[in-house]
């Protein structure tokens, strides 16, 4: 394979655009990596790969990074992966998204290529090409080139990719090989947008449909609950119904009014939000059938989250879950990292309920039973159920 003559740039020091420049580098693609909010970007080199295999080591490490000016790194680059943490909520997450591609868009090479990992609505990719154009003074498609590919979430696996020739360049192919991203059907933008939203939309029907169902067969009783559970059942947890909130509230607000998929869209969301009033109902009967005191428990509410991934939903309702579970037992700790749960297991004078918000978490924290690290009190799933599983 051919080495690009110019430098590859990742745009964003989050996991997904981390390992996208530590593959590239592994690959000898000259890659720098920027960071969004110093405003700097770092060259990265073979050596970098063995040593800082993910942010979190690359910050403890504190390596002594080749340093370039942030409109440096850009105007050196032929391809500028598009992969910013986005850490605003709402409304406000469009404003940070432009803001992001305006910084990026004033120092963009005439020629080169941007490749968007950041989920769009409906129209959206076309807005942020007119963006681009406002900003740089390029037309699209004459001075530079869009590729949309937005990735599952907490993976460098395109949902969907759409770009703007009916034909992708044999260069543009190699690098996105290169930088360990899988094949993905090739579709025309605006197609894209709606093959990610039915891939997002179908995704969560599925679930928020089996959630309905268990609730309301939860209701009816114990025998019904596991009728249910016999022909349709498969186990999904809080963080699986989080995952995808951020593209879906993205393609809710480019929906329009009487729009079907805007009814759909919008059904799904209240339907997750309705879990998590469930959870913290399930949680309020299980105290009380159970006659414990709130000032005698101690709530350990398990997520293990990636902090530097691009979507920010899961750690906003980290937040608002723990809050609401902290208005009713004061003494609720949040564990976002694995390593950290062993050390809040102490013996104290409380009875631990331990949450365990993924199936990921649920095999930690029943591996820590086994071994005996962890003893006592009870271990509640965040699945669709509810299911207290040990005592």
Not at 235 to 247: G, P, S
Request: glycine content about 4%; charged content about 25%; proline content about 5%.
């Amino acid at each position: 394979m051919t080495t690009p003559p110019l430098s590859t740039t990742v745009f964003g020091l989050s996991s997904e655009g981390y390992q996208i420049a530590l593959t590239l580098t592994k690959n000898h693609i000259p890659t720098i990596i920027i960071d969004e909010n110093l405003k700097v970007g770092m060259e990265l080199k073979p050596e970098d790969v063995e040593n800082y295999t993910s942010i979190q080591a690359l910050q403890e490490g504190e390596p002594l990074l080749r340093v370039k000016p942030f409109e440096k790194a850009l105007s050196e680059s032929k391809y500028i992966f598009f992969v910013p943490k986005i850490r605003s909520f709402g409304e406000e997450v469009k404003i940070e998204i432009n803001s992001r591609l305006r910084e990026l868009a004033k120092y963009l090479p005439k020629g080169s290529t941007l490749i968007n990992s950041v989920p769009t609505g409906i129209g959206g990719n076309l807005e942020n090409i007119r963006l681009i154009e406002r900003i740089s003074g390029f037309k699209w498609c004459e001075s530079f080139y869009y590729v949309y590919c937005p990735f599952i979430p907490c993976s460098k696996n395109p949902i969907v990719i759409g770009f703007d020739k009916p034909k992708m360049d044999k260069e543009l192919l190699e690098i996105l090989q290169l930088a360990g991203i899988k094949p993905s059907p090739l579709l025309p933008l605006k197609i894209s947008e709606f093959a990610h939203a039915k891939q997002v939309i179908f995704h969560l029907v599925d679930m928020v449909t089996n959630f309905e169902l268990i609730k309301k067969a939860k209701e009816e009783g114990i025998e019904y609950l596991n009728k249910v559970k016999s022909f349709s059942y498969r186990e999904v947890y809080l963080d699986d119904l989080i995952k995808h909130t951020f593209d879906l509230k993205i393609f809710t607000e480019s929906f329009s009014t009487g729009e079907p998929l805007l009814y759909l869209s919008t059904g799904i969301l209240r339907s997750i939000s309705s879990y998590i009033k469930y959870l913290f109902d399930e949680l309020k009967y299980f105290i009380k059938t159970r006659e414990l005191k709130a000032s005698k428990t101690r709530i350990i509410l398990v997520w293990s989250l990636d902090h530097f991934e691009i979507r920010g939903d899961r750690l906003m309702n980290l937040k608002n879950v723990a809050e609401r579970f902290r208005d009713y037992v004061g003494d609720t700790i949040v564990i976002s990292k694995r390593d950290e749960l062993a050390n809040m297991i102490q013996p104290i004078d409380k009875v631990h309920i331990i949450i365990a918000c993924s199936k990921q978490d649920f095999e930690i924290i029943s591996k820590m039973v086994k071994d005996k690290i962890i003893a006592g009190g009870f271990i509640v799933k965040a699945n669709l159920p509810v299911e207290l599983i040990a005592e």
